[in-house]
């Protein structure tokens, strides 16, 4: 498939001009240019708009347009001399391309078909209409190699030693550096061994030495508060992105338990779709 080096080299050498007037919207299947008595449309150009990144978006009207419809022409020019000069290959490649691309159709408008405001709210209410917002924890540690090293910190730290200093000095984790500070987490987001020390402590409380596939932990728990109730625009992405994987599996499950479907494969051995190759031309 041809780069868009065209298009790239209209970005580089391209200066910012002065938008046309607007005129009425030409349609979808208007003439724009024909190539060896070939038309192209504007709906060639929109289409092929629609596929480029992002950052070609970015540029003005006129270098846009003008970068599309010169790609085109220059596809359409070296695409029309390969007429009747297929290989056998290359015809199952196009094949497949198309099957694959009208395939992604069927599956993408059933995905976007999926994700209405009201899927997106039942499915909201469904995971966290009931939930209750739980805790959320400030605590610090410091993390070490060995259980005798914590039990010593953890001496030191009953003797009246600074946790924050002795953070800095001795911890190994990269909290150390910040007086062993994690800032603040809610349940879940540890490793089990460490949340649920934390949950047995009181605000200002060291724990005993606590071991993790870490190492060894003495941690100090600062603060506990309530966690913010979940919101919808909190979670939207997900929920939408699970609304469309389940309409994605729904549709190929159905779609293909309704087509007919006749396997004939028995008998080939599978290592031929690691060494069966074409004829070279």
Known sequence: MLKSVHLAAVVALSLAMPGLARAEQPALDTVV??????????????????ALPPQYLQLDDETLFNGILDQI??????????????TRQDELMLENQRRGYL?????????????????????FDERYGSQEPGKEY????????TEDEAKAIKAEL?????????????????????????????????????EDAVMALEPGQVSDPVQTQFGWHVIKLEEVRDAK?????????????????????????????????????????????????????
């Open 33 to 50: 240019a024909t190539v060896n008595g070939k038309p192209i449309t504007l709906g060639h150009m929109i289409a092929m708009r629609d």
């Open 73 to 86: 022409i220059q596809q359409e020019a070296i695409a029309s001399t390969v007429d009747g000069k297929l």
């Open 103 to 123: 395939a992604s159709i069927v599956i993408d408008r059933a995905a976007r078909a999926a994700v209405t405001e009201e899927a997106v709210q039942k499915l």
């Open 138 to 145: 400030h605590a610090a540690h410091i993390l070490v190699k």
């Open 158 to 194: 009953d003797k009246g030693a600074d946790f924050a200093t002795l953070a800095q000095e001795k911890s190994i984790g990269p909290s150390g550096p910040n007086g062993g500070d994690l800032g603040w987490f809610g349940a879940g987001m540890m490793v089990k061994p460490f």
């Open 229 to 281: 109730p979940v919101t919808l625009d909190d979670v939207r992405p997900e929920l939408e992105k699970e609304l469309e994987q389940q309409a994605v599996e729904k549709a190929l499950d159905e779609l293909t338990a309704g087509a007919t479907i006749e396997k004939s494969a028995d008998g080939i051995d599978p290592a031929v779709i690691r060494n069966a190759e074409f004829p070279k031309d």
